[in-house]
């Protein structure tokens, strides 16, 4: 599949602000065998005083802008054009809790793409006993790790309800779960406990997602969003997949990986500091076109 994506997302501020610096992580990533990017252009209004491109730890493409005159608004534009090539599906040996558990003593590495990074505690998650109970209560423990993946993102697309009103990118875990419901940033998250509860090597994806129009509906452009899913260790051989409980399913070639963390603080797509007073307005859209 051969998609053009944009992306504007829009800052207003009531005060000028005086200053700010800030780390854009919007682009798609190069992901040999998977995902290419064949062409890109982040580009910031107004024109930044200092700009770097640079790649951090988890291999994610990060723009870091800095403004040090006075501005009243900031926007951010984003355009490239992805190919996505299916994924060939499950290969090797496929383990089970138990088997994975073991498989996890015994592996040493660090670098971006351990499962031993996502193990545990992230700046935005702690272990949550109801979440860790919903697991349990959705998991078999002699079935294959991608099949316990599937079983529990099920089980929470049903638990949760998809509510765009119920919570702020801000809202933990704990309250989405109560209230049962939250966006994409709240299912990714929850998924990603229940899975660590069960000792299962879980992150945060960031990125975007091709959706469709209601049979005889029109596509419309502008209206998407960016979106979130999960992806989680199977062993060794298999490694990692990547499932959306949002959508109930394994992630296909309608995603588009913009970067992977443990969090949603790992990825988020704009983040820094300024100095202004008063309240500030922000509005994203996003387009998703294939491209026949």
Request: proline share 6%; net charge negative.
């Amino acid at each position: 599949m051969l998609y053009d994506i944009r992306l504007t997302i829009a800052h207003r501020y009531a005060g000028s602000a005086g200053n700010g610096r800030h780390l854009l992580r919007v682009l798609p990533r190069q992901m040999p065998g998977r995902q290419r990017v064949s062409a890109h252009l982040v580009d910031v209004t107004p024109h930044p005083d200092q700009r770097h491109d640079s790649v951090d730890f988890f291999g994610n493409a990060v723009t870091t802008v800095t403004h040090l005159e006075a501005h009243s608004e900031m926007s951010i534009r984003m355009s490239s054009r992805v190919e996505i090539t299916a994924s060939p599906g499950f290969a090797g040996t496929q383990l089970d809790l138990a088997e994975l558990r073991g498989a996890l003593t015994e592996h040493r590495a660090l670098n971006a793409a351990s499962p031993l990074h996502f193990l545990g505690p992230s700046p935005r998650l702690r272990p949550i006993a109801d979440i860790a109970d919903f697991a349990q209560m959705n998991c078999d423990p002699a079935a294959p790790v991608a099949q316990t993946v599937a079983r529990l993102g099920e089980a929470l697309h049903h638990f949760m309800t998809f509510d765009a009103s119920a919570t702020t990118v801000d809202t933990d875990a704990a309250e989405a779960f109560a209230k049962q419901r939250g966006v994409c940033q709240d299912l990714s998250h929850i998924m990603i406990l229940a899975l660590q509860s069960l000792g299962i090597p879980a992150g945060y994806v960031s990125g975007y997602l091709r959706t469709l129009p209601p049979p005889g509906g029109v596509r419309l452009e502008g209206v998407d969003a960016m979106h979130a899913w999960v992806q989680a260790w199977c062993g060794p051989d298999q490694g990692w997949v990547e499932y959306d409980p949002t959508n109930a399913t394994f992630v296909g070639t309608d995603h588009i990986v913009v970067g992977y963390g443990r969090d949603y603080s790992d990825v988020s797509p704009v983040i820094g500091y300024l100095r202004s007073s008063g309240k500030q307005t922000n509005s994203q859209s996003v387009d998703v076109a294939c491209v026949d």
